[in-house]
């Protein structure tokens, strides 16, 4: 066995002695659910946002098809509405 290959199976019995490979791993792991979580959080504040627009522009334009429609029949109604007779002339 060489020199360094030795010296690295000892440092690594070493780290698993004293548990640094574990602390590793779970402080990896808790990394990596860390950023899952605020990438899941950061997608699901996005798409709230992107459907609160959508939502608004959806009710902005059916309240304005809407009010179009009551101006029309406003000014259909008023239109279909017979004119006064002229007055009768006086003898």
Do not use: C, N, V
């Amino acid at each position: 066995m060489d020199l360094k290959k030795f010296i690295a199976d000892l440092a690594a019995g070493y780290r698993k002695l004293t548990g640094y490979e574990a602390g590793r791993k779970a402080g990896h792991d808790a990394g990596r659910a860390e950023g899952y979580e605020a990438g899941q959080k950061a997608g699901h504040d996005a798409g709230r946002a992107e459907g609160y627009e959508a939502g608004q522009k959806a009710g902005h334009d059916a309240g304005r098809a809407e009010g179009f429609e009551a101006g029309r029949k406003a000014g259909h109604d008023e239109a279909m509405t017979p004119l006064e007779p002229p007055p009768s002339p006086e003898p």
